[in-house]
T-cell receptor
Framework: NAGVTQTPKFQVLKTGQSMTLQCAQDMNHEYMSWYRQDPGMGLRLIHYSVGAGITDQGEVPNGYNVSRSTTEDFPLRLLSAAPSQTSVYFC??????????????FGPGTRLTVT | GQNIDQPTEMTATEGAIVQINCTYQTSGFNGLFWYQQHAGEAPTFLSYNVLDGLEEKGRFSSFLSRSKGYSYLLLKELQMKDSASYLCAVTNAGNNRKLIWGLGTSLAVNP
């Protein structure tokens, strides 16, 4: 299994440009999420999905869109990039064990700079 | 409100034992995660506690007291590679997949 993969690893955008951060997992996990991590702010949830066709907003959804057409893929779209979106973006997926606990796996991250 | 507190930084010596504390206040609680994150890398899963008590996994152990809103991560026989940030996160009872994250504790292990 490749686990959770993200592309690209690095990206520089100009203000106003749009782009899509890709995330894929091959573990058949039903739950996927996007976080951003900024110094002094910790990990903040942007959007999440509990299964194909179902998405919902997290703490900081403004400026981002998501879709979940398949179990495997969960892309994050930046509609019009702003310098405040400079951050490290992590995609994660999780599965529930039968005993009520679960594990969440993170992708390697995308470092985005908006100038 | 919802809040998670961890010490910002800790230092320890190679071979020693260190305890990293995490206290939380949430409107609902289901369980608590510990993650390790090396600089420039993604967080990696260490433990998930749902019930009170201590769970041991090799050199790492995690403790939870639900009544006190308190957890700790215990690292034994410290190695240089344990230098990393340790993140505490709790799951909400209403939606146990939406995590609330602490800011992390940066641990420096010195020779």
């Amino acid at each position: 299994n490749a686990g959770v993969t993200q592309t690209p690893k690095f990206q520089v955008l100009k203000t106003g440009q749009s782009m899509t951060l890709q995330c894929a997992q091959d573990m058949n996990h039903e739950y996927m999420s996007w976080y951003r991590q900024d110094p002094g702010m910790g990990l903040r949830l942007i959007h999440y999905s509990v299964g194909a066709g179902i998405t919902d907003q997290g703490e900081v959804p403004n400026g981002y869109n998501v879709s979940r057409s398949t179990t495997e893929d969960f892309p994050l779209r930046l509609l019009s990039a702003a310098p405040s979106q400079t951050s490290v973006y992590f995609c994660a997926s999780s599965w529930a064990r039968g005993d009520g606990t679960y594990e969440q796996y993170f992708g390697p991250g995308t470092r985005l700079t908006v100038t | 409100g919802q809040n998670i507190d961890q010490p910002t930084e800790m230092t320890a010596t190679e071979g020693a034992i260190v305890q990293i504390n995490c206290t939380y206040q949430t409107s609902g609680f289901n369980g608590l995660f510990w993650y390790q994150q090396h600089a420039g890398e993604a967080p990696t899963f260490l433990s998930y506690n749902v019930l009170d008590g201590l769970e041991e996994k090799g050199r790492f152990s995690s403790f939870l007291s639900r009544s006190k809103g308190y957890s700790y991560l215990l690292l034994k026989e410290l190695q240089m590679k344990d230098s990393a940030s340790y993140l505490c996160a709790v799951t909400n009872a209403g939606n146990n997949r939406k995590l609330i994250w602490g800011l992390g504790t940066s641990l420096a292990v010195n020779p």
